[in-house]
């Protein structure tokens, strides 16, 4: 469903408070939430569940992240205007919305080409200008970059290098990483040619990234 309604204004109003009182401070973020309608990117069916603070299902057994997930790993990054970021796993297409709305430059790829399809038909028609990518994002996207934020939104088993190195020095790079019943949330900063500094931010639970640095399908 592509309105928006009163209620559901009000439901998204009600989940901004819920982070609030999760720990989310950074203003732009929160306000970003209450301005995507999540709806948008749900299963039409389960609409009254989209402002839940609930992963969900989505088509081919991956899922729309949380809400909190998607606040804490947005705030981590801290988003520019005009920063040039790299979402891999598309999904839904919801978090690179809230990317775009705060004024981010997004490429954001996907490797299940039904997903990617129908985030890129989901974007055109909300007139979001994000460029889709169907591929493994695993690999990050070394043609176009490097990108001043990277943000994986898919389990990883580890970090590496070949990712890390396509950030700008002074880029963000924000990962779930760990085994496939719990990851920590890593946060990468470049600050120099072979220079790194690597911070934990809590624990999560992603979809496996797949490909060629993910886990074996
Ligand atoms: N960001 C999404 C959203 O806002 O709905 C949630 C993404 S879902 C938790 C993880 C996504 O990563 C899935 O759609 C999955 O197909 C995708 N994925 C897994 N491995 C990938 C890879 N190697 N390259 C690109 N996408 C991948």
Redesign the pocket.
């Known amino acids: 469903m592509l309105t928006d309604t009163y209620k559901l204004q009000g439901k998204r109003k009600q989940l901004v408070q819920e982070l609030k009182n999760l720990g989310i401070t950074s203003q732009k973020v929160l306000s970003a939430i209450e301005q995507v309608p999540r709806h948008f990117?749900f299963p039409e069916d389960f609409i009254d569940k989209a402002y839940d603070n609930i992963?969900f299902p989505?088509e081919?057994g991956?899922?729309?992240?949380q809400p909190y997930t998607?606040a804490a790993q947005t705030q981590l990054l801290d988003i520019q205007k005009g920063d040039k970021v790299l979402?891999?796993?598309?999904?839904?297409?919801?978090?690179?919305a809230i990317l775009k709305v705060l004024g981010a430059d997004v490429y954001?790829?996907?490797?299940?080409e039904t997903?990617h399809l129908n985030a890129k038909a989901l974007f055109k028609k909300l007139g979001l200008s994000i460029a889709t990518i169907l591929?493994?994002?695993?690999?990050g996207l070394p043609e176009l970059a490097p990108f001043d934020k990277i943000i994986l939104?898919?389990a990883a088993p580890k970090l590496v290098e070949s990712l890390t190195k396509q950030l700008k020095i002074g880029g963000k790079l924000v990962a779930p990483v760990g085994n496939l019943d719990v990851q920590k949330m890593i946060l990468v900063e470049r600050h120099g040619d072979n220079e790194y500094n690597k911070t934990s931010h809590g624990k999560f639970n992603?979809?496996?990234?797949?490909?060629?640095?993910?886990w074996p399908l």
């Open positions: 990117f992963a989505i081919e991956q899922t729309i992240s998607v979402e891999i796993g598309t999904g839904s297409g919801y978090q690179a954001s790829i996907e490797t299940i997903l591929g493994d994002g695993s690999k939104t898919a992603f979809v496996p990234l797949t490909g060629t640095h993910g």
